[in-house]
C-alpha cells in the first residue's frame, strides 16, 4: 500500500539522549516535511525538503536537523532531546511544492516523550 | 502575524448538518485546506478552495471569500464517524502552510 511509513511510533526518551525519527515514502513525492502537533495548537512546521538533496528550515527548527540523501527518506533527528520536544511528530509528503492543490499525505506520526 | 481562528470544540446531533467556520490572516493567499483528523490518527485531505465560491463533495461542502478572510466547512447528513478534528490550512505567499488548531466536532446520537 503506498503512503508514508513512521518509525518509531512511540518513544520514552531521557532528556539530553539523541533520537532519530524515520520516514520513509514510496509515493515518489518530491517534497517532504516534518511538523509538530501539540494540544491546542496548529501542526507547526520543523523542516521541509522540496527535492532530494535540499532542506529548508520551518517555523520551529532549532533543536531539530534534517537530511534528504534520497527522494525517499527524511528522518529527523534531535541532536540532545528536552522535555520541551516532547509532541506528536508527524512526516508528510506532496508531488509539487508551489501549484494546484498540493495536497499532503501524512504519516500515522511518532509521539515522543522527553522525561 | 499570520494567524488562523476556528472554534475549538463544537456539538451536533447525528443526521443534522453542522458548520465549521475558519478565519484567517495570512501574508498572502495561495489557496486554503481542510483536512479531517480522528483522533490518534493522521490529517487527511477533504477539501481546497482557491478561488470564492462553494465546493461539494459528497456530504462534505466548502466555502472561501478571501475578501473576508473566511471560509467555513460543512457537513451535512452527520455521521457518527464524522466525529474528528477538522484543520483549517492556509497557504501563504511563501507556498507555506499556516494551520489552525483545528475544531474537534462531537457527535451525539
Known amino acids: 500500500i503506498a503512503g508514508i511509513t513512521q518509525a518509531p511510533t512511540s518513544q520514552i526518551l531521557a532528556a539530553g539522549r539523541r533520537m532519530t525519527l524515520r520516514c520513509t515514502q514510496d509515493?515518489?513525492?518530491?517534497?517532504m516535511y516534518w511538523y509538530r502537533q501539540d494540544l491546542g495548537l496548529g501542526l507547526r512546521l520543523i523542516h521541509y525538503?522540496?527535492?532530494?538533496?535540499?532542506?529548508g528550515k520551518g517555523e520551529v527548527p532549532d533543536g531539530y536537523s534534517v537530511s534528504r540523501a534520497n527522494t525517499d527518506d527524511f528522518p529527523l533527528t534531535l541532536a540532545s532531546a528536552v522535555p520541551s520536544q516532547t509532541s506528536v511528530y508527524f512526516c508528510?509528503?506532496?508531488?509539487?511544492?508551489?501549484?494546484?492543490?498540493?495536497?499532503?499525505?501524512f504519516g500515522a506520526g511518532s509521539r515522543l516523550t522527553v522525561l | 502575524g499570520q494567524n488562523i481562528d476556528q472554534p475549538t470544540e463544537m456539538t451536533a446531533t447525528e443526521g443534522a448538518i453542522v458548520q465549521i467556520n475558519c478565519t484567517y490572516q495570512?501574508?498572502?493567499?495561495?489557496?486554503l485546506f481542510w483536512y479531517q483528523q480522528h483522533a490518534g490518527e493522521a490529517p487527511t485531505f477533504l477539501s481546497y478552495?482557491?478561488l470564492d465560491g462553494l465546493e461539494e463533495k459528497g456530504r462534505f461542502s466548502s466555502f472561501l471569500s478571501r475578501s473576508k478572510g473566511y471560509s467555513y466547512l460543512l457537513l451535512k447528513e452527520l455521521q457518527m464517524k464524522d466525529s474528528a478534528s477538522y484543520l483549517c490550512?492556509?497557504?501563504?505567499?511563501?507556498?507555506?502552510?499556516?494551520w489552525g488548531a483545528g475544531t474537534k466536532l462531537i457527535i451525539k446520537p
Open positions: 490550512a492556509v497557504r501563504d505567499s511563501n507556498y507555506q502552510l499556516i
Open positions: 495570512t501574508s498572502g493567499f495561495n489557496g
Open positions: 525538503s522540496n527535492t532530494a538533496g535540499t532542506t
Open positions: 478552495n482557491v
Open positions: 509515493m515518489r513525492h518530491n517534497a
Open positions: 508528510a509528503s506532496s508531488d509539487r511544492t508551489d501549484s494546484g492543490a498540493n495536497v499532503l499525505t
